[in-house]
């Protein structure tokens, strides 16, 4: 887990030479790539959403490709299409910019519902489907998306089931006045991201996200998980809770955050930090209680408040000895019954 943590920090450093100030949403960044996940950045425009996106692609060392999502899109435009070459005489497919080992996604909402859609294959089965043809895409495949607040002008609201392929959504927010400045000072002459490096490769990139797997999770914590998840679907103003993906999230966000965090265990203050990133965005909210201000974010907060944790170790302990007095009771049986014969 030392290793995960120091390229974390690694590559953390050099994202945070661009965007200032936000170190939470920049590990949270470092989370959905650890996972193999896709993340989602949504904040009103000018606050860096696009340029958190570039200065990750830039510090690995992975193929990348920009999309910039307008209304005329078309899903051969993102996917690729197939052309009829008249000196061979027969249809040649040219990949579109989605075969690409990291994808920004550019105001992904201001595209129609048709071509949002040509993403959903992509982002679940790693394929695309083109022209009755299947084709795999590269290896490792995220999808960074941005999108502006849907209350904006121009703007398509992304489909639930879209939504649920985003492992994260994160917000960045306004920077402080001390972080303000600090940013104007940086760019008086020119622009840090010009000056950024990669410092991560794809094959380290790969061994970390296979190692990350091997964080163990207790099985109280796993429970907690459920808990959480399932509180979602009964409360009283949501519509819609998370779905089972939302639980794997949960469970595999969890594992890469505690190995940023340089242990080889996660807790349930991991499960805490990652739950409204993990989960308010697969919510959809009643309309009786969306008339009164109810956000996601507000009922998860809520849940998190009135779920109880329970204690890992014990629970742990529990399992553990029951696990021995049933293994006794079955050396008994056998036992017994060699006597028999």
Request: charged share 25%; with cysteine.
């Amino acid at each position: 887990m030392t290793t995960i943590q120091e390229t974390g920090e690694k590559v953390a450093a050099n994202v945070e030479r661009v965007i200032i100030g936000k170190s939470h949403e920049v590990r949270l960044t470092l989370v959905a790539l650890l996972c193999r996940g896709h993340l989602l950045i949504e904040d009103v425009p000018g606050t860096g959403k696009t340029m958190l996106a570039k200065a990750v692609a830039r510090s690995l060392g992975c193929s990348f490709r920009r999309i910039q999502f307008t209304p005329d899109l078309l899903p051969s435009d993102v996917t690729g299409l197939s052309i009829y070459n008249q000196k061979t005489q027969e249809f040649e497919f040219r990949p579109g910019p989605i075969m690409a080992q990291v994808v920004l996604a550019d105001e992904i909402n201001r595209a129609t519902p048709k071509t949002q859609s040509s993403l959903l294959e992509c982002m679940e089965e790693h394929q695309a489907t083109i022209d009755g043809t299947t084709y795999p895409m590269p290896e490792p495949f995220l999808v960074i998306a941005t999108q502006n607040p849907i209350e904006y002008e121009g703007t398509f609201a992304l489909p639930e089931a879209q939504l649920d392929r985003f492992m994260l959504r994160i917000r960045l927010g306004y920077p402080s006045p001390a972080d303000e400045v600090t940013i104007l000072d940086e760019q008086k002459v020119s622009h840090p991201f010009d000056e950024l490096q990669e410092v991560l490769g794809v094959a380290e990139l790969r061994e970390l996200q296979t190692a990350v797997r091997q964080v163990y999770v207790d099985p109280s914590v796993a429970d907690y998980i459920v808990r959480l998840v399932n509180a979602t679907r009964t409360h009283p103003d949501v519509y819609l809770g998370a779905s089972p993906r939302g639980s794997l999230a949960l469970y595999r966000t969890g594992q890469a955050l505690a190995a940023i965090a340089g242990r080889d265990y996660v807790i349930p203050d991991d499960v805490k930090m990652l739950a409204e990133s993990a989960l308010a965005h697969r919510l959809i909210i009643k309309t009786s209680s969306s008339m009164h201000d109810i956000d996601p974010r507000q009922v998860v907060a809520e849940i998190l408040s009135t779920v109880p944790v329970e204690d890992a170790r014990g629970a742990s302990a529990d399992r553990k000895g029951a696990a021995a007095q049933r293994t006794q009771a079955a050396a008994r049986r056998g036992a017994t019954g060699s006597l028999a014969q």
